[in-house]
């Protein structure tokens, strides 16, 4: 039987709170420097120590690569599992983990937006979203993306020839002419 015996006593964390807000800092999987939220936001996602390009989701890409504001497109669009495919496990709960995962339906997000000041149409994959696979609803999107492109810029060039129609009255004989013949007569 030993004289003393010791007592133990689980170790406790610390009182107080750390002051530090989570989620304030990231450190650069490259280089280890420890970096602002902040200051990464303004250097769009690059360590400015190593040059190391940290992952954007699709919503932040479409961010850093608009003027401003940008509008998504067929947001409603959710894949589906008519093949009732299975993998290693099946595809409709791989669909169920990366809708709650990303907050999206499929993997590619379609906008409209400026860039540089001219009108665009743009679409970005997720990559959270079941590796950013193509499916049925991303080729629709895409198809859905180049059409209102095509059809905003036949809508510009509709507007050009209106205007022209408008300033140097309708086309005739000289319909090919420069603005400026049209307007010498």
């Known amino acids: 039987m030993a004289w003393f015996t010791k007592v133990r006593k689980p170790?406790?964390?610390?009182?107080?709170?750390?002051?530090?807000?989570?989620?304030?800092w990231v450190k650069c999987p490259?280089?280890?420097q420890v970096i602002y939220n902040k200051d990464l936001a303004a250097s769009l996602s690059v360590c400015t120590k190593c040059a190391h390009h940290f992952r954007l989701s699709a919503a932040e890409r479409l961010r850093s690569l608009f003027d401003g504001d940008?509008?998504?497109?067929?947001?409603?669009l959710a894949s589906?599992?008519?093949l009732r495919f299975t993998?290693?496990?099946?595809?409709?709960?791989?669909?169920?983990?990366?809708?709650?995962?990303?907050?999206?339906?499929?993997?590619?997000?379609t906008a409209t937006g400026r860039i540089?000041?001219?009108?665009?149409?743009?679409?970005?994959?997720?990559?959270?979203?079941?590796?950013?696979?193509m499916g049925v609803v991303v080729g629709e999107k895409i198809?859905?993306?180049?059409?209102?492109?095509?059809?905003?810029?036949l809508r510009r060039e509709l507007k050009d020839v209106i205007?022209?129609?408008?300033?140097?009255?309708?086309?005739?004989?000289r319909a090919h002419a420069s603005p400026s013949a049209a307007t010498a007569t």
Do not use: N
Request: aromatic letters at 6%.
């Open 11 to 24: 170790i406790e964390p610390p009182g107080k709170q750390s002051r530090v807000p989570e989620g304030l």
């Open 70 to 76: 940008w509008v998504e497109h067929d947001r409603g």
């Open 30 to 32: 490259s280089c280890g």
């Open 80 to 82: 589906t599992d008519p």
């Open 143 to 153: 198809t859905r993306a180049i059409e209102r492109a095509v059809a905003g810029r």
């Open 116 to 133: 540089d000041g001219m009108d665009a149409v743009a679409a970005a994959m997720e990559y959270g979203f079941i590796g950013g696979s």
């Open 87 to 109: 993998d290693t496990k099946p595809y409709r709960k791989r669909l169920d983990a990366s809708t709650a995962a990303t907050g999206l339906k499929d993997a590619v997000i």
């Open 163 to 173: 205007t022209r129609v408008l300033r140097f009255g309708a086309p005739g004989p």
